[in-house]
Structure formats: C-alpha cells, structure tokens
C-alpha cells in the first residue's frame, strides 16, 4: 500500500461520514420515538430494535467492504472484489426494498 | 438582483396605492346636508361631524350617522356585512349593550345603499374615522409575509449560516492546517460556498409559480400574487363568506306553507296576484316578489293567475308592512293580503286549514308553534290572507279587516346544489372550511344543515367582542360558523387561526372582507367581487364555487411539491459534495477540483433542474395541505448529506488507491507533469461521480414510490437531466474537458462508477424508506 499516511486520513474520512450518517439515523429514531410516547407505543424488543437499524446495519457493513477492497491497491483482484461485493450489496438492497417497500406503502 | 428587488418594490407599492385609489373612488359620492336651515349637495369629503344629512333611494350613504328620522327605510349592506336581504331602519333610540354594526338599525353606514324610502340623519364620524373608513386604512399597510416566503425566508438563514461556517471553516483549515496558499484557501473556499448555494432557487420557483398559474387559469382560477399559490395548496384552513359560496347568492321561495295538510295552489296563485313585481321578458321588482314568480314558473303554475282581473291595489308601506290587491273572478272580488306574520295576523278573523274556515282563535297556538318552528330557522317569512269583499270604485287600508289566514311563504338565499359535494372534497383534501358571515346564525345553521355539513360550534360576533385573544385562539379552532360578525372581527379570526399555526385562505367578495383578504395566507376573491376586494386578493376564482377552488389547490400542491423537491434536493447533495470537497482539501496534497470545476458542475447541476417544474407529482403528495417545515428540511440535508459524501470518500480512494493517483505523491522522483497528470485524472473521475450522483439521485428522493416503476419523472426531467448526464461524461474526453484541467478516465473506472453509483442509489432508496418511516411530512 503506497502513502499509507494518505490511506489513514481517506478510511478515517470515509468513516467518519458513514460513523456521522449512522449517529444521525439513531438521532431520529430516538427523536421519533420521544415524539410518539404519549401514543399507542409498542414495547420495543431487541427484534424490533434491530430491525429498525436494518438501515445501520447494511452502512456499517458497506464501510468495512470498501476499506477492504481498496486497501489492496491496484489490480485486478481489487477490481473484482470491488465489482462483486457491490452486485452482492445491490441484490441484498434491492430485496430489502421490495420487503420494506410494502409496509411504506401502507404508512403513506 | 437589485434591480430586480427595486423594480418588484414599486411595482408592490403601486398596487397597493392602486387598491387605496379604488376605495376612494368607491367611496367618493355627494351628499345633502342642511346647514343652519338651508340644504345644499356637496362632496361628501366636506362633511363634519354634526351635519345632518339626507338620504333617498338610490343614494350611497355619505358617512356614519345617526337617524333621526325616516320614512320606510331599507338599505343595502351586502359588500358591508354579508347579509343577502335588504335591512330595515329605524329612528327609535336601541338598548343593546356592545352592539354588532348590524344590531345597529338605527344606524347608517358609509358606502351602503339606499334601496326604499328616505331619512335625515346626523353625521357621527366621516372619512378614515368611519367602518368602511377603518376597512381602507388598513389596506395601506404591506402584505403580510405568506407561509412559503417565511419558509424561504428561514430556509435562506439555514443556509447562510451552512455556508458561512463551512467556507471560513475550509479557509482556516487550508491556510492554517494544511499550510496552502492563502490565495488558492480563498477562492476554493468561496467556490465551496457558491456550491452550496442554490442559485436557481428563484428561478426553478418562478418558472414553476408562472407555469401553474397558468395551469391553474385552465381551472377558472387567476393568480395575481404568485408567491401566493404554494400557501394556496398548502392551506388547512378556508374561510369564506356563505353567500354565493354556500348559497346561489340570491332570494328565492324555498316553499309554501298553507295551514292544512293538504297543499294546493291557492296560496300560490294568492301570492302571485298580490305582488308588485313587474313580469315581462324579465321579472323585475322586490326580491321576493321575483322570487314568487321565479318559483311558480318551476312548478309551471303561472297560468293559474289568468282568470284573475285586478280591480285594485292597496300598496305597501312601512307602517303597516303589508300590501293587497283586490281581484275578480267570475264577478266575485277578492282582497288578497301578503305582508309580514305579525302585520297580518292582527287583521285575520279566521284561518283556512284545509278548506274548513275556522276561528283564528282557535288555532292560534299551531298557526304560531308553526310561525316561530320557521323562524327559528332563520327563514324570511311572509304571510298571505284573504277575504271576499265587495265591488267598490276604491278600496283603502279599511279594508283589511277580518281577513282569512291562508298560509306561509318561506324564503331563503338557497344552498348551492354542488356545495355539499365541494365541501366533502376540500374536507377530503385536508381543508377545513370555516364560515364567517355577517348573518345572522339561524340562517347559517340551517343552510349547514341542508347543505348536511357538520356543525362543531356557532359563535356569534357580541360573543366574540367579549372574549381575549387567548380565548378567541382557542375558540377558532373548534368553531365552524362565526355569524354576525364584523369585518374587524373578521380579521382577528383569520388571525388568531394564522397564530394557531394554520395556513389561512380567506374568501371573500365585500368591501367588508377586504382587510380579511389581505391578512390571510391566501385571499381568495371572485370575479363578480367589488373592485376592492379583487385588489386586495391573491386569487380571484373566475366562478365563486367551491369546486373550482378544490382544482386550484391540486395545482398549488403540485408546485410547492416540486419546489421542495429542488429544496430538499439541492440542499442535501449540495451539502454533502462541498463536505467532501472541504475534508479532501484538508487532507490531499492537491486540489480535488479546480474552483473553475466546481462552479461548472454547479452550472450544469442548476440545468439539469430546469425542467423540475413540468415533473409529475405523486398522487398521495397532494392528498393532503403540507407545510414548509424548517426542522424537516434540516433532518433532510443532514441524513441524506453524508449519503454523497460517502461516495465521494469512495470515489476518491478508487482514485487514489486503485487507479494510482496517490503513487506519484509516495515516490521521491515523480515529476511535476507526473503529478498534474494524476491530479487532473482525479478531478476527471470526482467531477463525473460527483455529477452522476448529485443529478440522478433526483429520480430516487423525488418520490416515495418505487422510482421509474411506481413513479414516473416527467418527460422533460428525464430527458434533460440524462442529457446532462451525458454532457457530464463525455466532457472529460473533449476539447473543453482538456482545457478545464479532465484527464480521459480509464475503461476499468467506468465499470466501477456504474456499480459504484447503482449501489449509492438504492442506498439512498433504501434510507428513504428508513427516514419517512421516522420522519413523517
């Protein structure tokens, strides 16, 4: 890996804007929630939580992929580790969408 | 822009002068006045308080008075209070305590019409100090700001204080932390911030007010104050007058009501013999003179007047609010009386119910149980009785003695066959309609009633004059008819719903209404409206129908929705690449766009949007008012910001990592040419990732549905936001790419971008599902 000081300060860039999107998105679930709780909230279990952060989950996942694949540099592996982690990350999101597609469909 | 501002400034002024102008002249009229024992016409500016002032039919009052004496005196004071029948006056002293200005029969208001009869009155205050007087002064004053200007208004400062703190931000860390030059510090700073700012914004939101109001011209509404549409598709409260709204706007019979079961058509064809009215290709008269003959030409009776010769006429006055007419039929001659009940009833002996005559004393009590079962409705009630009489050369008021009571006629201003209809869809659509009307409220339930419009609270103006601010705050919110009120309180109503964080339309066509149609978000005239209510209105509905207004507000919520999609739109992605744009300055030891780089993807990026206006809305979008909602705008820009900056961080260490930008950089023995080569092939590959995610990330967050599949983008959108696109990719390998610092991308990077890009636009879709989960707008 060349200019490894270089490298340092792009992953901590490039954390620093998935870490950020991730504190914003438990920002508004819990501000979500703290306006919900005079309503007819549900007890929250550890299911519902986690799949509420679904979301977080696929960003956290993303971040770890592309510092990986980058981080081996030039070449064909790199490429192609790059090309089918994104067609495996696509095909994940795509169904995820089509899932939770429904459920917004019947909120709006 | 300032030349603008100026011109947009005294173009407002002129108007608003223009409005005052109108007023004036409305109000500009003679007057006859006696002083010190001689009557002489002069301009009613001259008058004084003191004068004392007469006035006959036809006139328009001159001022405020007092009366002091008159002769069967009705004025017209629709355009001042709302009410469809002419008002009766008196002279006699009254004991109302804090009186509505229609309680005040006893009084005269300037502007209102003389319709029957003459008075003397004396002058008690002219000019500005009178109730139409007040109405134009506070016309004078600068259009309140709507919901959407204030939107933009505090959108505006969000912004400013973005780019502020991000440009100084850039500045002091390129100077200072990364050590670069101070001049290259302050122009990419200042490139940053020009990034951010969304210069199209007032052009993408006149090109979009222009187009809908034409649109919306289609729909029989003009727009005359284009700001206003937005706040017209985003209202949630309509207040509007009942007459002509909710009702036809004129005098018609409603229904006749002989004192039997059985209905027949004697006390029809009564009615149309003892009337005043003139028949000919039109009917001419009294209203409800008219109004008896327009009915009977409904249920096809006119004829049933032809074996009728009128022999004689004892005509109305106003003493004993009552007329008769004297007709033969078969030698047999008839007195016929139609008057008002109480007038009438003191001359009837008997009553016919059913064809049986009996003593009126006997069935008094259901004659009246039925008399005030009527009024309490709030309908005009006459009374229509008869005797046979004897030939005579001349008949006289004698002569109506011992009359038979025969029945009553109903009349009403009749509700609108469609309102229901429109109500139930402003209702649907999110609006509620609230009634203000300067009528009395019997009227106004019962055509709520007819009309099966749900009535949650009537208040009435003198309950109002009693209650403080907060209590009318609270009072709005629950009320949906307000009768007998003013054109001040009128104002405080739309005021108090404008304090309780409702976007407030108001419809109106008096010259009570138009202080009203000036504070409201919306004023909403129609074209039939005086002169000064057109003026002081945003929107003039060239048919005063509900139904046409439910079509003007679909056009404004198509507009506001593709306003806020250039908002949201704009803000968010401009936000995150000009993030990025600052941390890589920071840590790259070269530019990671040119200055000249930003600002043209800003310039491309502002065209690609031109055509948002023309986008196709989701149907469930303009279900339902929306408001401009600052906290929504800024959870926005900050959940789906580092979306693109995320991407960027991406494309960069594909740049420098996989395509070897960062090697020259890590060898000791890179040459210059090396370096700038590998510089301009980074700025090439950021410049065209960046402009693919900023322009088609458009086709995701501008619906909630399925892009493409379940939401299609308009044509226009789509065929000029590709074509940018397409601009955008091949620049790198042109002429004008070369001379703006692009070096050729590699094959390899566009397999790269595709997937790169796929993946950051179904992540996006992915966390809009995710974000209106949480965030509902």
Same mark, same amino acid.
Request: with cysteine.
């Given at each position: ?18 870490? $950020? ?33 679904? $979301? ?8 770890? $992929? ?43 | ?132 007087? +007040? ?146 290709? *039109? ?104 005797? *046979? ?187 995150? *690449?000009?993030?990025?744009? +600052? ?89 210059? +040419? ?104």
């Amino acid at each position: 890996m060349p200019n490894t000081d270089l490298f340092t300060w792009w992953a901590l860039s490039i954390s620093f804007s998935t870490i $950020f999107l991730t504190l914003i998105s438990m920002y508004l679930f819990i501000e979500s929630k703290s306006r919900r709780k005079e309503g007819t909230q549900k007890k929250a279990s550890v299911f519902r939580i986690g799949k509420s952060f679904a $979301f977080v989950f696929v960003l956290v996942g993303l971040l770890v $992929f592309y510092i990986f694949s980058i981080q081996l540099g030039t070449g064909v592996l790199s490429e192609s580790i790059f090309v089918v982690g994104n067609i495996i990350v696509e095909a994940l999101l795509v169904l995820y969408l089509l899932r939770n597609r429904e459920t917004e469909s019947e909120n709006t | 822009m300032i030349v603008i501002a100026v011109v947009l400034g005294f173009y407002n002024e002129f108007k608003a002068e223009k409005t005052v102008q109108n007023l004036r002249q409305a109000v500009s009229i003679k007057a006859v006045v006696t002083r010190e024992g001689k009557s002489s016409q002069i301009d009613s500016k001259l008058l004084v308080p003191g004068d004392l002032v007469s006035v006959y039919v036809g006139d328009l009052v001159p001022a405020d008075m007092r009366i002091v004496k008159l002769k069967d005196l009705e004025t017209n004071e629709a355009t001042f209070t709302g009410e469809s029948f002419p008002v009766e006056k008196t002279a006699e002293k009254l004991d109302i305590q804090n009186p509505t200005p229609q309680q005040l029969t006893n009084y005269l208001f300037m502007g209102s019409a003389v319709v029957h009869g003459t008075a003397q009155g004396i002058v008690v205050s002219t000019g500005k100090r009178t109730k139409l007087g +007040a109405i134009s002064g506070s016309l004078t004053r600068t259009h309140p700001e709507t919901e959407f200007q204030k939107g933009v208004k505090s959108y505006g400062n969000m912004l400013l204080s973005l780019t502020i703190v991000l440009a100084v931000s850039i500045f002091l860390l390129d100077a200072f932390v990364a050590h670069k030059s101070l001049v290259w510090s302050l122009t990419f700073s200042l490139a940053v911030a020009v990034g951010l700012v969304p210069e199209l914004m007032p052009a993408i939101v006149t090109i979009s007010l222009s187009q809908g109001a034409s649109r919306m011209a289609n729909v029989k509404v003009v727009v005359k104050r284009l700001v206003s549409i937005e706040d017209f598709g985003n209202m949630n409260v309509l207040c509007t007058d009942k007459t002509g709204t909710l009702t036809e706007g004129k005098i018609a019979l409603k229904d006749v009501y002989p004192l039997g079961e059985e209905k027949d058509h004697k006390l029809l064809t009564y009615s149309m013999l003892c009337n005043a009215a003139v028949i000919g290709d *039109n009917i001419v008269g009294n209203p409800m003179d008219v109004a008896i003959w327009e009915y009977a030409k409904q249920v096809n009776a006119q004829g049933d007047v032809e074996p009728y010769n009128k022999v004689d006429e004892v005509s109305f006055d106003y003493q004993r609010r009552m007329m008769s007419v004297i007709v033969r039929k078969n030698g047999e001659y008839t007195l016929i009386s139609k008057g008002a009940p109480e007038s009438v009833f003191n001359r009837c002996k008997y009553a016919d119910v059913s064809g049986r005559i009996e003593l009126i004393t006997d069935v008094q009590k259901a004659i009246n149980d039925k008399f005030h079962s009527l009024s309490e409705l709030g309908y005009r009630i006459l009374a229509v009785a008869f005797r *046979n009489v004897e030939r005579k050369t001349s008949y006289s008021v004698e002569d109506e003695k011992d009359l038979t009571l025969l029945g009553f006629l109903i009349f009403t201003d009749p509700p609108k066959k469609d309102a229901h209809d429109a109500f139930d869809k402003l209702n649907d659509m999110g609006v509620a309609v609230k009634i203000l009307t300067g009528d009395n409220e019997l009227v106004a339930q019962t055509i709520c009633e007819d009309l099966k419009i749900p009535i949650k609270k009537v208040v009435i103006g003198s309950d109002l004059m009693r209650m403080n601010w907060n209590e009318i705050k609270a009072v709005v919110e629950e009320t949906t008819i307000f009768a007998r009120v003013t054109p001040e309180q009128k104002l405080d109503i739309i005021k108090a719903l404008k304090a309780n964080k409702h976007v407030v339309g108001f419809l109106g066509d008096g010259v009570n209404d138009a202080p009203a149609l000036y504070e409201a978000d919306v004023g909403i005239s129609v074209d039939t409206a005086v002169d000064v209510a057109k003026e002081a209105a945003d929107i003039v509905l060239l048919e005063k129908d509900l139904l046409v207004l439910a079509n003007g507000i679909n056009e404004g919520r198509k507009i506001f929705g593709n306003t806020m999609k250039y908002i949201l739109m704009g803000t968010s992605s401009n936000f995150g *690449n000009m993030f990025s744009a +600052a941390a890589a300055s920071v840590f790259l030891p070269f530019e990671p766009m040119l200055a000249s780089q930003i600002l043209f993807m800003n310039l491309l990026y502002d065209i690609s949007n031109m055509t948002l206006p023309t986008d196709n809305v989701d149907e469930e979008y303009v279900k339902m008012p929306k408001r401009w909602d600052m906290g929504f705008v800024r959870k926005y820009t900050l959940f789906f910001g580092p979306f693109s900056s995320l991407y960027d961080f991406l494309t960069f260490g594909i740049m420098l990592f996989i395509f070897g930008v960062a090697a020259p950089y890590a060898l000791p023995g890179a040459t210059d +040419a090396v370096k700038l080569h590998a510089q301009s092939l980074f700025q090439a590959g950021w410049f065209v990732e960046s402009f693919w995610t900023e322009v088609l990330v458009m086709f995701v967050i501008r619906t909630r549905r399925i892009p493409f599949f379940t939401s299609r983008p308009g044509k226009w959108l789509a065929l000029l936001t590709l074509s940018c696109v397409a601009f955008g990719t091949i620049l790198p390998f042109t002429v004008l790419g070369s001379f703006m610092g692009f070096a050729p991308l590699p094959p390899e990077y566009w397999l790269l971008l595709v997937l790169m890009v796929a993946t950051y636009l179904l992540l996006v879709d992915a966390g809009k599902v995710f974000f209106y989960k949480i965030c509902k707008y």
